[in-house]
């Protein structure tokens, strides 16, 4: 009786504790939504929530700590630092979207062909993406940007040519999976031509996975443009953009002030971490995924 009630005792514990991980997993998922949407919002909204212009220049405020006419501080110029973060964020979001949109629109596209067509074809895309992997996105940047010229078009253009084999990768393995689901075959019997059950069928059940390797492809594209724009191979000055202000920061720091490098830093490092979770909650959620 007693090896029961232990047996129910496991059980019940166990139930509990997989309410409790996935209690615990929508919290993290909400907060880590809420940190995006905000961010997001930030930069929509910057003319609204910006105190000054982001590249009016004031040499009678230069290097000032966070006060009442400037919260955050100012830069090496007098540019209120916290107009510029906010304004920064356009050019921070809107590089990484059209990066990770690019490649997993290009990356679908070619894994579900792959999978459908097999054979020579099939060959053919895996080996070009094993090709492409082969190559770091910010070697690619450097030799676009020695063939084409330094800037955000080109950085974003590399960037996609260079996250494209991470999300077809995946995306092929799960669609050669889905290919191999009754449901195709029977859809076959039918008479239905491929490109209808690819377009109607496989990509609208592969769209889950798409969406989680999507965001965190973003947080990580965000990070990498970041990253160009610190060598100087993407944003320009005087534009105001998270990675660009993280390396014009680093003269204030030999001078004592830190804030334009820190804020940007830290701003950077929080919404790579919140797209981070975002996209593991969402695994979980959607796809079943319990790591």
């Known amino acids: 009786m007693s090896t029961y009630r232990l047996a129910g005792l496991t059980g019940g514990e166990g139930r509990f504790g997989r309410a409790r991980a996935l209690a615990r997993g929508r919290g993290v998922l909400i907060a880590a939504g809420s940190v995006v949407v905000l961010v997001v919002l930030a930069a929509v909204c910057a003319p609204l929530l910006a105190p000054y212009d982001p590249d009016a220049v004031d040499p009678f405020a230069v290097y000032q700590g966070g006060s009442a006419a400037h919260w955050l501080g100012t830069d090496d110029t007098g540019r209120d630092i916290l ?3 906010l304004y920064g964020a356009r050019p921070s979001l809107l590089a990484p979207a059209v990066v990770t949109l690019a490649a997993g629109t290009a990356g ?4 579900v062909s792959a999978a459908w067509l097999g054979g020579w074809y099939d060959r053919l895309v895996s080996g070009l993406l094993d090709l492409v992997f082969g190559f770091p996105g910010l070697v690619l940047a450097v030799v676009a940007a020695a063939a084409l010229g330094a800037g955000l078009g080109v950085a974003m253009a590399t960037l996609s040519l260079a996250y494209l084999p991470y999300i077809a990768r995946t995306v092929r393995g799960a669609a050669l999976r889905e290919c191999r689901m009754p449901y195709v075959s029977a859809l076959r019997m039918l008479g239905m031509s491929g490109w209808r059950i690819c377009l109607r069928h496989l990509v609208p059940n592969l769209l889950p996975l798409v969406l989680v390797q999507l965001t965190t492809a973003f947080g990580y594209a965000l ?3 970041a990253a160009f724009s610190f060598i100087g191979l993407g944003t320009q000055p005087p534009t105001a953009e998270w990675g660009l202000m993280v390396a014009n920061g680093s003269t204030g720091i030999l001078a004592g002030r830190a804030e334009q490098s820190l804020y940007a830093g830290l701003v950077i490092v929080v919404f790579v ?5 975002l996209g593991s909650g969402l695994s979980q959620r959607l796809l079943g995924d319990d790591r």
């Open 83 to 85: 107009s510029r973060l």
């Open 223 to 225: 990070l990498d443009v």
């Open 273 to 277: 971490v919140a797209c981070n979770l």
């Open 108 to 111: 679908t596209a070619l894994a």
